[in-house]
């Protein structure tokens, strides 16, 4: 304002070079005080508003940090869990500790068919296929290498190598890596 004052002008877009050169030089020098102090406040304002941002950037990075964290821990934790075998089907014990009648020999039969069915299912709970291990010509170490990939799969928990068993199932072909059927000794 002081600018357009000094100049005699309505707005910025009338002043020019010669409105200016008609004014005194101590309105010029006050006006161009003012201009700098202006110009030193906005920079001040400017660095803190600069400050600021970078700090919520910190505090972002941080959070987005804390949540892939978790979402890492979490996912361990139902790989674990998909690895252990842990579910919630009866087991055997589950089916013979609920008693069944022993009247007669259908019931029998039945009580031999759940029992069996039981631990069927105990041991399919037990057990996983892994697809896409690469198969080695000659001697294989199939154990070795299964315990390679559950340990990546669970790091930082590690699985005992005699907690599992492991063999490639289906007829060798040069082509196809065959899958591998893992059983663990318990869920």
Known sequence: KSVMKLGGCDSMSDLDRSLLKHANKGAIVHVVSE??????????LLK???????????????????MIQTQEERREENVYNVIAGRTNLKSYSDVVKKGLPTNSSSTQQKQKDSVYSAAKEEERDRCVVVFGLPEEDG????VN???????????PRSIDR?????????KRRS??????RVCFSDR
């Open 35 to 44: 201009l700098i102090r202006v110009v030193d406040r906005s920079s001040k």
């Open 48 to 66: 803190s508003a600069a400050c600021t941002i970078n700090a919520l950037q910190c505090d972002q990075i941080a959070s987005q940090k804390r």
């Open 139 to 142: 001697d294989e170490d199939v």
């Open 145 to 155: 290498n299964v315990g390679t990939l559950l340990n990546e799969a669970v790091s």
């Open 162 to 170: 005699k907690s599992y068993s492991c063999h490639r199932i289906g």
């Open 175 to 180: 082509d196809v890596a065959r899958p591998v």
